[in-house]
């Protein structure tokens, strides 16, 4: 079966600039998880919807970021006006069980640079 | 904080045994994992630990003592493709918090 997706896989865009990435998980996964892992930087936990509850924002690094899940599937990430410290690849897993001790499957990334 | 050490960079040569370690803060464990993850690619799952001692998978096998707060992941027959950054992540808090570690950069050399 399909793996997790996310698009774009690359985005450019001028500071000051919104952004908005896209994951679609697999089947049937209930959890779902957005990441950013800088250059040469360990991943950085941003967000995490567990089905229908409400998601844990604590990842999030300013009201900046957003993010929604629509009908317990698709998931958007939103970053307003871009800074260019946001640059990065932002990732994002499901998993199947709701709960933070299950395997997570990643998708490829989107890789976000902030000119 | 809940910090997670790794080792930034270890090498190894082909067909050798490599133990990549990985020491965590022990309030609130719930669970270890380990994940692969290649150079441009997105992490991939290589084991979880949630009791102490060994598992063992293949060439893999990743080891936790809880009450050190020490895992390390021993990777047996090394191969080319085993070059990869090695990340350790931790459940605390039933779940409330999800911390990976900064990585282990292996190169394997022929």
């Known amino acids: 079966g399909a793996g997790v997706s996310q698009s774009p896989s690359n985005k450019v865009t001028e500071k000051g600039k919104d952004v908005e990435l896209r994951c679609d998980p697999i089947s049937g996964h209930t959890a779902l998880y957005w990441y950013r892992q800088s250059l040469g930087q360990g991943l950085e936990f941003l967000i995490y919807?567990?089905?229908?509850?409400?998601?844990?924002k604590s990842g999030l690094p300013s009201d900046r970021f957003s993010a929604e899940r629509t009908g317990g599937s698709v998931s958007t990430l939103t970053i307003q006006r871009t800074q260019q410290e946001d640059s990065a690849v932002y990732l994002c897993?499901?998993?199947?069980?709701?709960?933070?001790?299950?395997?997570?499957?990643f998708g490829p990334g989107t890789r976000l640079t902030v000119l | 904080g809940q910090n997670i050490d790794q080792p930034t960079e270890m090498t190894a040569t082909e067909g050798a045994i490599v133990q990549i370690n990985c020491t965590y803060q022990?309030?609130?464990?719930?669970?270890l994992f380990w994940y692969q993850q290649h150079a441009g690619e997105a992490p991939t799952f290589l084991s979880y630990?949630?009791?102490?001692g060994l598992e063992e998978k293949g060439r893999f096998s990743s080891f936790l003592s809880r009450s050190k707060g020490y895992s390390y992941l021993l990777l047996k027959e090394l191969q080319m493709k085993d070059s990869a950054s090695y990340l350790c992540?931790?459940?605390?808090?039933?779940?409330?918090?999800?911390?990976f570690g900064p990585g282990t950069r292996l190169s394997v050399l022929p």
């Open positions: 022990t309030s609130g464990f719930n669970g």
């Open positions: 630990n949630v009791l102490d």
């Open positions: 992540a931790v459940v605390y808090n039933y779940g409330q918090n999800f911390v």
């Open positions: 897993a499901t998993s199947y069980q709701t709960g933070l001790w299950d395997t997570q499957y």
């Open positions: 919807f567990q089905g229908n509850s409400a998601p844990d």
